[in-house]
């Protein structure tokens, strides 16, 4: 009989479509040559995405891994949403067909469909062709203790969660100020949040959800979902914590400009700020940025986009003399580096000259930050980052909060980035418990992907139950 194999439904950016293969990847080498994978492909919304994609498969398709991709028609995207969530859940929904028809065609027996967490209108697809559907969980354990709460909160909760006097009750987490919700949940009107309390909901109806976290990060969250706190009344699907999943790139022949300008800086000196693949900065913010900077004394490398193109998405290449204020690269020559386009984070990370981490919280730069020990001070920007910035400072203890103003686009004043600058670099009681507690997420990271860790022993017995269901359905 031919191998079975596990169908990947992944979206594509950044964040989401090379954690999604990595899992896979790894899913299939847990199975020892028991399990293929299959990859199937929405056409990406936009051609910058679309590019980016085909450079993945390209390489993967020459890895010699039992990997293949499926490309799927093209559908006419929604043009009426008002968000990212409704889009991405819309233009998933669109494509049913298609998935349904490229998964029949299939020439082996299908294992399970292993769906990036907006195409949960695919479990339908699924049950179906009576094959199992598993999401994949790209973002941490207390969002996603706070995403299957939802549907009972929003039955509980009649006002705008704004709204609300105090915290909030998410079971596995500490109190939650509602001001630390994730951006759908702040708008019950909106379309966003519609669609985030039904994926909520039907992530319960999952076979099982593979959470790119681990068992040591996020215990109290595991935990309470394991328990069936976050879902009363209804059985919770099987959570498998299997992270840090991060693709690792072999390094570059040539050294990148920002790894050698890091090279000349002393150890733990220098504090990285980037954005991750979405983030940018008007004039105005950057001026306010570089003034912190300059006030704080440290040694910096910033990663610095500007404004997208009028009608597109994507942060452009930052022109620095239009975004800096005068004479702030000469004043900050040798202490400081803007790079203006995208950098090897990863890498940078890794680097002995980085002390601390100014990001916008996206879990996969969180994951990043934590394998090699960094501590962060999250400056949230988009999605779910509010809610990343308080599971960092007030769950996890690795961050040093900082004051990030929601109600005015998360604009931080100069004075408060020098502040927290000062703080996760070096300066008091708040950044030392930061870098310890770091340090000790950088130790559990590494033991929980090892060989007989929390997450390997996850990844095998989500690959055995995989093995052993193939068929029987
Ligand atoms: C797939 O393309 C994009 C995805 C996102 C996006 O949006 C988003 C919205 C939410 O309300 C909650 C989310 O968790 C979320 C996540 C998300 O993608 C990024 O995912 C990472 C791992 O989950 C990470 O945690 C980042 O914070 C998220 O930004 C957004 C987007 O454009 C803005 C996309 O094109
Ligand atoms: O200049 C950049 C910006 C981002 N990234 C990578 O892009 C991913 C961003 O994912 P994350 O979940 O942090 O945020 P998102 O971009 O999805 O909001 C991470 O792997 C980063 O290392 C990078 O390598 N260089």
Known sequence: MATPTVVLLPLWSAGHLMSLL??????????????????LVIPPPTEQLAAEVEGHIRREEASGLDVRFVRLPAVEPPTDFRGIEEFLSR?????????????????????ALVLDFFCTTLIDVARDLAVPAYVYFTTNAAMLALMLRLPALHEEVTVEFEEV????????????????FPMPVMDKKNPNYTWFVYHGRRFAEADGIIVNTAAELERSALAAIADGRCTPGVRPPTVYPI?????????????????????????ASVVLLCFGSGGFFTAPRAH???????????????VLRGPPEPGARHPTDA??????????????????????TWAPQKEILGHAAVGGFVTHGGWNSVLESLWHGVPLAPWPLYAEQHTNAFTLVAAMG????MKVDRKRDNFVEAAELERAVKELMGGGEEGRKAREKAMEM????????????SSDAALRRLAEQLVSTNGEL
Do not use: Y
């Open 22 to 39: 990595e899992a896979g990847k790894r899913l299939l080498d847990r199975a020892g040559g028991r399990l293929s994978l299959t990859v």
């Open 91 to 111: 233009l998933v929904q669109m494509h049913a067909p298609d998935v349904r028809a490229a998964v029949a065609a299939l020439p082996c027996p299908v294992a």
């Open 165 to 180: 006097e105090g915290d909030v009750d998410v079971p596995g987490l500490p109190p939650v100020p509602p001001s630390s």
């Open 243 to 267: 992270g840090p999943v991060i693709s690792f790139a072999p390094p570059s022949e040539q050294p990148h400009e920002c790894v050698r300008w890091l090279d000349a800086q002393p150890k």
């Open 288 to 302: 306010e940025i570089a003034h912190g900077l300059e006030r704080s004394g440290h040694r910096f490398l910033w």
């Open 319 to 340: 022109n620095l003399a239009e975004l800096l204020p005068d004479g702030f690269l000469e004043r900050t020559k040798g202490r400081g580096l803007v790079w203006p």
């Open 398 to 401: 690795v961050a040093v909060a």
């Open 442 to 453: 950088k130790a559990a990271c590494r033991n929980a992907v090892k060989e007989g860790g």
